[in-house]
């Protein structure tokens, strides 16, 4: 069965630091792996996804399938970072997703 | 765009009633809804894949009978959990994927059910 591990339940970083949000996935098929992040009282959004290759306010994400990671990035961290983040498997032709138990990012000054 | 909206944000009901929660694509046809549950500080937990038009397919170990999900329209699907109780008091969660839009799910911002 597939899952998705998030190791570290919260994170605390100053502003300016860099930051590393850790992801693990365990899948026998070929993964499509998402960032989603939760600000305070808002919904669930997406950050970015991994065949984008995209950077999405400054963080990015790669996909390495023989550590079987998708570890979240970004060099200098910003108090707007402070967040819930999610790091989620897509599986299956009803392409349902598997999420982490998720990162809380801390920003502080 | 791509806008997706729940009612009610909260609700509060005694036990053995039932509750319904709307979830509705606001600006875009959603062929494919999904329902999570989440656990305070816990993370989202699939319940059901909801189809229009269609049965929904509910992941192991969640009740079909009493939680009953119906997708009558590209834009609507509702969750009506059956004589409620206390243990089903949750944050409900519901995500839409656009039609021909891909794998991207956009999301609800959820309702907190109270089970008195």
């Known amino acids: 069965a597939q899952r998705v591990t998030q190791p570290e339940k919260l994170l605390s970083v100053f502003k300016g630091a860099p930051v590393e949000l850790k992801c693990n996935y365990s899948y026998s098929g070929s993964p499509e792996l998402f960032w989603y992040v939760q600000y305070s009282r808002q919904r669930l959004q997406l950050l970015l996804r991994?065949?984008s290759r995209e950077s999405i306010k400054g963080f990015t994400a790669d996909l390495n399938k023989g550590e079987t990671s998708f570890h979240l990035k970004k060099p200098f961290a910003q108090e707007e970072d402070s967040a819930m983040y999610y790091c989620a498997l897509l599986t299956g032709t009803a392409s349902k997703l598997t999420f982490g138990t998720g990162t809380r990012l801390q920003v502080t000054l | 765009g791509a806008v997706v909206s729940q009612h009610p944000s909260w609700v509060i009901c005694k036990s053995g009633t039932s509750v319904k929660i709307e979830c509705r694509s606001l600006?875009?046809?959603?062929?494919?809804m999904f329902w999570y549950r989440q656990f305070p500080k816990q993370s989202l937990m699939l319940m059901a894949t909801?189809?229009?038009?269609?049965?929904?397919?509910?992941e192991q170990g969640v009740e079909k009978d009493k939680f009953l999900i119906n997708h009558a329209s590209l834009t609507l699907s509702t969750l009506t959990v059956t004589s409620a109780h206390p243990e089903d008091s949750s944050f409900y969660i519901c995500?839409?994927?656009?039609?021909?839009?891909?794998?991207?799910?956009?999301f609800g911002p959820g309702t907190r059910l109270t089970v008195l």
């Open positions: 991994h065949i």
């Open positions: 995500s839409a994927r656009r039609q021909g839009g891909g794998d991207t799910q956009y």
């Open positions: 600006d875009f046809q959603a062929t494919t």
């Open positions: 909801s189809n229009e038009g269609s049965k929904a397919t509910y």
